[in-house]
Every structure is written in C-alpha cells, then in structure tokens.
C-alpha cells in the first residue's frame, strides 16, 4: 500500500528552497479541483504573507492544508477557545498561522510549531515573524512524537500531520498530552479512499486504521467522538 519512493519538487519560486519529500507525504486529490477551488474560494481574504505562503506551496509542490482546510482548523480552535495547541509536523508554518490567530483570538496562548529541519523551522520563523506571531509561537527542531512526549501538557488542541506510516504509534502519545474535552485533528485520513479498503466504517463512531497492518488508530471506544468533514482530516474530541 505504502510507497517508500521520493518525489522531487520543482525549483521554488524564490531563493534555494527546494523539497525532496516521501510519496507518503504528498496529498492526493480526494474532491475534485473545480469543488476544492470552489472551497477555497470560500475562505474570507487572507492575509499578504499568508497568500504568499500559498503560491510557494504552489510552486514548489510542498504540501500544506490549503486555505479551506486551514480557515476549518481555525473554526475549530476558536470554538473550543484552545489556548494550547500542539502540531506534529507544521511544515513552513501554514497551519501554524491558522491556529495561532485563533489562539490569539482566544485571548493568548501558545501554538508549538515542530519540524525534523532547521532550515525549514527557519523559515516559518520569518513567515510567522511577519504575520505578527512570533509571541505566539514556540518552536521546536526535531521528531514530532519525541518532542510531544516532552513537552508539559495539557493541549487544548493537537493537530497530527506527521508521516501517516508514523499515525498509530502516535496516538498513545497524544491521548495523554490532551486535555478532557480537547481536539485532535488528524490530516489525510481518507488516504485517497483507501480507508475503504481497510475496513474503515462511517457508523456512529468513526473507526480509523492503519493501511498497512490493520492497526486501529483512534480506538470506537466510548472516550472517542469522531468525524469526518469532507476535507482532508478528522477532528476527534478526547
């Protein structure tokens, strides 16, 4: 099920950014581009940094969650009033930015930001400087789970986004790291359909699995609410 290729992106737009990522990291498209341009076309107008921070996702082909996506996890947040959240894999700070406004709009708070790559952490620094979010945001430079497992909790808000290979070991990391009532969103959990393969069932209470050993990822237990939107990711509340 799982490819263990690389997929070189293009050269970048500006400067010497350039990606190399896992297949495994790259986005399929689940709707089709006129409705998924229809969604984000839905989105009230970002900011200047924010819809330059799309054009080079564009260019380079990095992966982000793109702006309907985003303005959800940012719905989300707000909703709950998080005033902590942790991501497992932030990329360039795309998400990052979403929640930090929703953080801020909260009332203040702090959103970890955390990549495997220097540079990379570097960058979203500057994106996130320039947003106005650099007292928001704490960053860190290393393994996702890792750094989870040492960082004091609780969050109000966990978003994972790590390699999806990696999305079963992380959730005994997680649970303890969120607080009662809290969200964990989970990204890509359609895997281009083939979680129908995989025996997963839209019932009451969503049951998610692990493509390549059959794993459940988030136990239908009665701890667990899950749902589906018909985006890219499922919200589940602890």
Sequence with gaps: ???????????????TLRFTLPRSLVPVQIL????????????????????????????TDFPIIGPASGHLCYLLARM?????????????????AW???????NGGGEVHHVVWDADLSARA??????LGFSDIVRFHVGEAVETLRHTGGPFDLIFNDIDKRGYPASIDAIHPKLR???VLIIDNLLWSGRVLAAGGSH???LRFYDLATGQELVPGSARNEAKTPPLRFA???D
Excluded: N
């Excluded at 099920?1 to 400067?15: E, F, K, N």
């Design 32 to 59: 089709s581009p006129e409705i998924a341009r229809y969604l984000d076309g839905l989105v009230p107008e970002r900011p200047t940094e924010l819809q330059a921070m799309e054009r080079i996702a564009k260019s």
């Design 99 to 105: 929640f930090a406004r929703a953080v801020r709009e």
């Design 80 to 96: 709950i009033g998080a005033r902590r959240i942790f991501e497992l894999g932030s990329g360039y700070g795309y998400s990052t």
């Design 180 to 182: 009662p009532g809290g």
């Design 1 to 15: 099920v799982w490819s263990c290729g690389t997929r070189r992106a293009p050269a970048p737009a500006y400067g």
């Design 203 to 205: 019932a009451t209470r």
């Design 125 to 130: 620094r500057k994106h996130l400087d320039q």
């Design 235 to 237: 919200p589940v509340t």
